[in-house]
């Protein structure tokens, strides 16, 4: 049996994702932050490996989300002053024409993948890993979110002054919603949260697995 402290239940965020905290913090959640390296290349390559075995071919952009959540919230989870709290591990990846991009790590490669995202659409899939562990055995859920993401035409101009910003280099898929970004996306199909990093929908509702409302997080709760 799950035995669950009366007291307002202490929530982890395990990104430092500055995006996904200014979302929690937009939301009211009473949260903190903590990071563990994970090594998502080694992660991804047993993932594959084993798929492979299995003879179950290439892993999709969408199951990369959420292997990368779940990898990032168990090693989370495992650090000893996670003991008592509720974990959330989050990994976004986009997909353009069933390729899939994180993060480019360079101007190059950011400019080549803004170049090739003009007028075109593309789905941005969101992974979340939620893991409980108040009680004697941590008990883990998760939701995968994907939301479609239609780009505006913009000139070999426009797309290299976005890169001069910096903005896209350390963000999935190269760009993003909530910044500069903004200016080339017209229309999306799906939740804009999901898009931004971190559904606080999903949250909401993997927490309810838990028998924890949304509510018992959000600050002056209690």
């Not at 000139?155 to 080339?184: H, K, M, N, R």
């Amino acid at each position: 049996m799950h035995n669950i402290p009366a007291q307002q239940p202490r929530f982890v965020l395990a990104s430092q994702s500055p995006a996904r905290k200014k979302l929690l913090e937009d939301a009211g959640i009473s949260f903190e932050v903590l990071v563990s390296d994970v090594d998502e290349d080694a992660v991804l390559a047993a993932a594959q490996e084993d798929a492979y075995a299995k003879g179950l071919g290439d892993i999709s952009p969408a199951q990369t989300a959420l292997l990368l959540a779940q990898a990032k919230a168990r090693a989370v989870a495992s650090l000893p002053q996670c003991a008592g709290a509720i974990v959330l591990g989050c990994d976004s990846v986009f997909e353009l024409e069933g390729r899939p991009y994180g993060k480019p790590g360079s101007a190059e490669v950011a400019l080549e993948r803004i170049t090739a995202m003009s007028g075109k659409s593309g789905v941005l899939h969101t992974g979340h890993w939620l893991i409980d562990h108040r009680g004697q055995q941590p008990v883990e859920t998760s939701e995968l979110r994907s939301a479609t993401v239609h780009f505006d035409h913009f000139t070999q101009a426009e797309a290299e002054s976005y890169v001069a910003t910096g903005e896209p280099l350390w963000v999935a898929g190269s760009f993003t919603i909530d910044g500069f970004g903004s200016a080339f996306i017209k229309g999306i199909e799906g939740e804009f949260h999901t898009i931004v990093g971190l559904s606080v929908h999903a949250l909401r509702t993997m927490l309810t697995t838990f028998g924890v409302s949304i509510s018992d997080i959000w600050k002056n709760s209690r």
